[in-house]
């Protein structure tokens, strides 16, 4: 068989994949915390004996989508002036209990329960450097650049922060939180926190659209490539095996 079939079709599987990433993250330009996820591609064909195999000699070597990784940019700072708005500047996620378990989110959206537990909008509690729950007491709150939780000029609590060591020991879990894959190791971030402000997702608009409507095309292009090789494949099938 022609290997440009196998090269039109991995594209367009390539390139469907990356539309549904392209489509998600545009979906999401405007989710708190929101963290892009941006394809990478390896070898069709993978390990030590990968170069001189019949099977990728075959194919020409084409690559294929290996999956998507977060990326960690910076988003914009969006001021509120809403106490418990909290925003990460730099390296970081925040920690949360959830039923499944410890979570991680830049999304900063906090509330004071009235037992004076610091919770997510969805109601998880947030976590310290020690993954305990923390407790906030009446009165005024500031949140210092070190995440310390003072009311009345006393240090209630400290937020955690913590990060790891790529990109690709987390994976997305819903539209800004995000879980470690299995044996990632966490670690303290270096990065500060500002409160009244809340960090927007790191997807540009413009960008994103630009992004989504390139690949739509791609797609296209891979799609008819596909149907100008199945044509040929017919042509032979009808014409020439007969004559064999």
């Known amino acids: 068989m022609d290997s440009g079939y196998y090269a039109a079709f991995s594209g367009l599987l390539a390139r469907t994949e990356a539309l549904d990433s392209a489509a998600s993250n545009l979906a999401n330009v405007n989710t708190s915390g929101f963290r892009a996820e941006r394809e990478y591609f390896r070898d069709a064909i993978v390990g030590p004996d ?35 708005d909290l ?23 906090f509330q004071r329960t009235r037992q004076g537990m610091l919770i997510t909008a969805d109601g998880d509690p947030v976590l310290d450097a020690q993954n305990k729950a923390i407790q906030i007491p009446d009165g005024e709150i ?54 009244g402000a809340l960090e927007s997702s790191n997807e540009d608009v413009i960008q994103g659209s630009l992004q989504l409507i390139l690949v739509q095309r791609q797609a296209e292009m891979m799609q008819k490539a596909l149907s100008i090789f199945n044509g040929e494949f017919d042509k032979t099938a009808s014409e020439d095996l007969p004559k064999v």
């Open 87 to 109: 925003a990460i500047q730099g390296e970081g996620f925040f920690a949360i209990q959830t039923k499944q378990g410890i979570r991680y989110t830049r999304d900063g959206q």
């Open 142 to 195: 500031t949140v210092g650049s070190d995440g310390a939780v003072s009311v009345g000029g006393a240090v209630a609590g400290r937020i955690g922060l913590f990060t790891f060591p790529s990109a690709s020991d987390i994976e997305a879990e819903g539209a800004n939180r995000y879980a470690p894959v299995k044996n990632a190791v966490r670690r303290a971030a270096d990065g500060s926190i500002r409160q």
């Open 50 to 84: 990968a170069p001189g195999s019949q099977l990728n000699r075959t194919v020409n070597d084409f690559g294929v989508l290996g999956g998507n990784r977060l990326d960690l940019g910076q988003g914009a700072m969006t001021p509120t002036g809403n106490t418990l």
